[in-house]
């Protein structure tokens, strides 16, 4: 975190917004390790208590769905409380749904993953919103992948320590919720020097200008192809059962680098160019995956699905953010809910698809769309359109 924040300060913004860049990425590092702790902990856990599986997929599934909810309310909270606010109560939320007492029997255990999930997803809005704020136009690309890159990071940690699911491992969770208000603290003491914005819970019109929707669209792709390659590249036997696991950690790592390698290009050249591109390499990756490719191919394969996605998040993210500057939070709770509800209906739409076709045939049907998205992509982008609004 020493080497980010002296990033900041020297290369990002001034040193009073650099270090509430700093802040922020703590607030956002804290929320993603209690996440991803109790994303594996609580089945973890109920599942030595006896109950049957279809309790611990509930407990996901809850929380996916609070996540979801907590996007929807995270722009009129920020409106109507600010954004420190919301982030504080929302860290709060998270922290005591995090105690061991809350697990302690599957009703509790599934209205504590709700709740833990509803401020997660404000928490996530929140913190793209709180790092476009102060961030120079110039180097936001640069400052939302560093924030990618971490949130690539955490889980990596985090998941491990969840999957021992003992109370010790929830109170960790617990703590580190706590931690993140630490940052906010420091945030509030900071508001003075930098202000703080409220705005009018807007995200609907997000979605009325073309030019938003066809960003939105085109990463809601993206997002599903992920999950649908996650969901199932470990059992279409599309690769040995060996090469799968090194294949996914491979994923992680090049999505990861996408997010920042593509943040920082961003910067310097039209993001429309960069969109299309990501998502014709995502759709070459899933192709290659598809004709049962040697061991090494489908582990490249793969890492250029990651690259790709990776690179769809940072370069969307930015493109939405640099000409919404008036109504940053609900462009960031637009995002995160494309975010979710790709990364879920992916896999469920192809599931279907599966009932009547092998899953070599929907991976090459899905890099196919992918392709077909990218070029009307760019046939659009060309047409001419009038100036829209705000």
Not at 61 to 75: C, D, Q, T
Not at 225 to 249: E, N, Q
Not at 270 to 275: A, C, H, N, P, Y
Request: with cysteine.
């Amino acid at each position: 975190m020493s080497t980010l924040r002296a990033f900041a300060l020297q290369r990002l913004t001034p040193p009073a917004q650099g270090r509430y860049l700093v802040a922020w990425w703590a607030v956002g590092v804290t929320s993603l390790i209690t996440f991803y702790i109790m994303f594996t902990a609580v089945p973890h856990v109920m599942s030595r208590a006896g109950e049957p599986p279809a309790l611990a997929g509930a407990a996901t599934a809850v929380l996916v769905g609070g996540a979801i909810l907590g996007e929807l309310a995270a722009p009129a909270l920020v409106a109507r409380q600010g954004i420190l606010k919301a982030s504080a109560w929302a860290l709060v939320t998270m922290a005591a749904s995090c105690t061991p007492q809350l697990s302690a029997t599957s009703q509790l255990a599934l209205g504590s993953a709700t709740l833990r999930g509803v401020g997660f997803g404000i928490v996530m809005v929140t913190l793209y919103v709180g790092v476009a704020r102060h961030t120079t136009r110039d180097q936001l690309g640069t400052a939302l992948g560093i924030t990618g890159l971490l949130a690539a990071i955490a889980p990596t940690a985090a998941l491990p320590l969840g999957s021992l699911g003992t109370s010790l491992v929830m109170w960790v969770a617990a703590t580190t919720a706590a931690l993140g208000l630490v940052a906010i603290w420091t945030l509030r003491a900071m508001t003075d020097t930098l202000g703080e914005r409220r705005e009018r819970p807007r995200v609907s019109l997000t979605l009325h200008a073309p030019r938003r929707l066809r960003i939105l669209l085109a990463f809601g792709v993206a997002a599903g192809s992920a999950g649908i390659l996650m969901t199932y590249l470990p059992t279409s036997g599309l690769l040995p059962d060996g090469v799968v696991a090194v294949a996914l950690v491979v994923y992680s790592g090049s999505a990861a680098a996408g997010r920042l390698l593509a943040g920082i290009a961003g910067n310097h050249r039209r993001l429309e160019r960069l969109m299309p591109a990501a998502l014709a390499a995502t759709a070459g990756g899933l192709a290659v995956v598809a004709i049962h490719p040697s061991a090494a191919a489908g582990v490249v394969a793969v890492a250029i699905v990651g690259g790709g996605f990776g690179s769809m998040q940072s370069l969307s993210l930015q493109a939405l953010l640099s000409e919404s500057s008036a109504d940053v939070t609900a462009v960031s709770a637009a995002w995160n809910l494309t975010y979710d509800v790709g990364l879920g209906a992916g896999p469920l739409l192809l599931g279907f698809l599966l009932m009547r076709a092998s899953t070599a045939a929907g991976f090459l049907g899905l890099a196919a769309f992918c392709l077909l998205v990218a070029v009307i992509y760019v046939v659009t982008d060309k047409m001419p359109r009038r100036e829209e609004a705000v």
